[in-house]
């Protein structure tokens, strides 16, 4: 590589879809990033959720380098080891019996979908139909997802929507009751939004939505892509509600920074994904695997588990005192390390304006909607690095608020 890349490459070359920050960062360890000349970050994004052990953990290389040296890829026709150990992994962990693998949360979800209304018609009938699904919700990219999804601005301008899809308002189970019914084959349902702006459903809304479900034989699905794998302090967030799914996708922090996704479902459910009903090339890839596996290993432990809970302790308490001093935000909320703060109403839709003064200040942070800060840094990370990330973001807010 003879042409070190610069951000003007990106305008140059790369389809305009993205509009990345100026700075390259190209080595990462744990919760610090370095960017092309040296510049020392500290990591609150974590790769939206996806790093969930930091950067280049030992136990991630490890699994990485070990595998790298074996064995890469099979496609579909043979299976592989790190596959099949982490499938079985992960319907030990969980409520789940069997696993479908995949490559992303778009793709997890797609598989979701296409399984619940799959299993409705194997089961009742092409007229079950309809999906229901909630406003504000994000479900992934693939043009399924977009229209399942509660933000219409990622469905528009792409020709007709697939129909049977209605949407309700989360949180509230009465506007479920109207549209709820026979033909209903699934509700799909985050614990807690994430993209739609760290908004925690209500234990009962969970409980109601499952209730719901048996009455009118729909699945319920959780879109768990965001908030599984510890990021709430528990290794799934519906393990914290005690309401179980049919049908439960997880992508993000299941591969730590390799993409990898997964669909978990039950016995009952899992024989309409009939051999030859959907699959994709890479599901499985042993390389992915072996990656999540350590991940799941090291993640879904009782120390690695509590020690979010406390690190969730410690931002709020920093970010409450920041807000004493700055009042910059209205409420600050979230489980575990899935953080958001919402700004006050004298700043209404400036949280994206944070974003840049953090990164002179030397931090990384994220959005969840113009109007909420969102922060979800490594599950491990150091209580300095919380400390140090937290005065830096503090030295953005003063200067948001003297408006520099
Ligand atoms: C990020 C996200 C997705 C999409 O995942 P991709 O890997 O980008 O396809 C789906 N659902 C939720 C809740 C997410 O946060």
């Not at 690695?304 to 409450?320: I, M, N, P, Q, Y």
Request: aromatic fraction near 8%; glycine fraction near 12%.
């Amino acid at each position: 590589m003879s042409h070190t890349p610069t951000r003007a490459d990106f305008d140059q070359h790369m389809v305009p879809n993205y509009s990345p920050q100026k700075v390259i960062p190209v080595r990462g360890e744990g919760s610090r990033l370095w960017d092309q000349d040296g510049r020392e970050y500290i990591d609150f994004a974590g790769g939206i959720a996806v790093n969930s052990l930091g950067h280049c953990h030992p136990v991630m290389v490890e699994a990485l380098k070990t595998q790298g040296e074996k064995l890469w890829h099979l496609s579909n026709v043979y299976t592989n080891e790190p596959a099949l150990a982490l499938a079985r992994e992960l319907t030990e962990r969980t409520f789940a019996d069997k696993v479908y693998l995949c490559s992303s949360g778009g793709e997890a979800n797609e598989a979701a979908l296409k399984l619940a209304r799959r299993w409705a018609f194997d089961n009742y009938g092409e007229q079950k139909n309809r999906i229901i699904s909630f406003g504000k919700s994000f479900h992934g990219r693939t043009f399924f997802t977009v229209s399942v999804g509660g933000q219409p601005k990622y469905s528009q301008g792409f020709g007709p929507v697939p129909g049977g899809i209605v949407h309700a308002e989360y949180n509230n189970l009465d506007s479920v009751r109207e549209l709820i019914g026979d033909t209903t084959c699934a509700v799909m349902v985050e614990p807690i939004q994430g993209e739609g702006g760290i908004i925690p459903a209500t234990a009962e809304f969970l409980e109601g939505l499952r209730a719901l479900c048996d009455e009118h034989n729909a699945l319920l699905v959780f879109d768990e892509v965001q908030t599984g794998v510890g990021r709430t302090g528990s290794f799934y967030s519906y393990m914290d509600y005690g309401v179980t799914p049919d049908i439960l996708t997880s992508a993000k922090g299941l591969g730590g920074g390799f993409p990898v996704g997964a669909m978990l479902t039950t016995d009952r459910v899992a024989p309409a994904m009939a051999i030859g009903t959907h699959g994709s090339t890479y599901g499985g890839n042993a390389l992915a695997s072996a990656v999540a596996l350590a991940g799941v290993c090291h993640i879904d432990t009782p120390e690695v588990l509590a020690g979010v809970a406390k690190r969730h302790d410690l931002f709020r308490e920093h970010l409450e005192e920041i807000n004493r001093k700055h009042g910059v935000f209205k409420e600050i909320r979230g489980k575990g390390l899935l953080i958001g703060a919402e700004m006050a109403p004298e700043y209404e839709g400036r949280a994206k304006d944070i974003l840049p003064l953090a990164i002179e200040e030397g931090l990384m942070a994220l959005i969840a909607g113009p109007n909420v800060l969102r922060m979800t840094p490594s599950l491990v990370v150091p209580e300095a690095d919380i400390k140090e990330g937290l005065a830096r973001l503090e030295r953005a807010v003063a200067r948001l608020v003297a408006g520099q």
